[in-house]
Nanobody, 121 residues
Framework: QVQLVESGGGLVQAGGSLRLSCAAS????????MGWFRQAPGKEREFVAR????????KYAEFVKGRFTISRDNAKNTVYLQMNSLKPEDAGVYYC??????????????WGKGTLVTVSS
């Protein structure tokens, strides 16, 4: 059974940092892109960042460039999202996602259940 389990969310003050983790299990993810989406209350889920499992190609949403860093540890089947300089508008549920191929644009094969990030002003 494939599972993506997020952790690392919590409450942080504006300007602070959090590191999210996504532990993947249940299959080999060598040919999968992994990444993060987020959803704020009353808003649609939006793309945040992704990393290709094989060559490590990275893409970020414009609103996180320079503040968030995505990385992965192939040996641990884990993807990370380091979030710095957090803003109140970064708050929401952050979801880990996996899709076969180099990007997440062709549709998501697996979703995690999400981890809540709250940013106080």
């Amino acid at each position: 059974q494939v599972q993506l389990v997020e952790s690392g969310g919590g409450l942080v003050q504006a300007g602070g940092s959090l590191r999210l983790s996504c532990a993947a299990s249940g299959r080999t993810f060598n040919n999968y892109a992994m990444g993060w989406f987020r959803q704020a209350p009353g808003k649609e889920r939006e793309f945040v960042a992704r990393i290709s499992w094989g060559n490590g190609t990275i893409k970020y949403a414009e609103f996180v460039k320079g503040r968030f860093t995505i990385s992965r540890d192939n040996a641990k089947n884990t993807v990370y999202l380091q979030m710095n300089s957090l803003k109140p508008e970064d708050a929401g549920v952050y979801y880990c996602a996996a899709a076969k191929g180099l990007t997440l644009g062709g549709g998501i094969d697996y979703w995690g259940k999400g981890t809540l990030v709250t940013v106080s002003s």
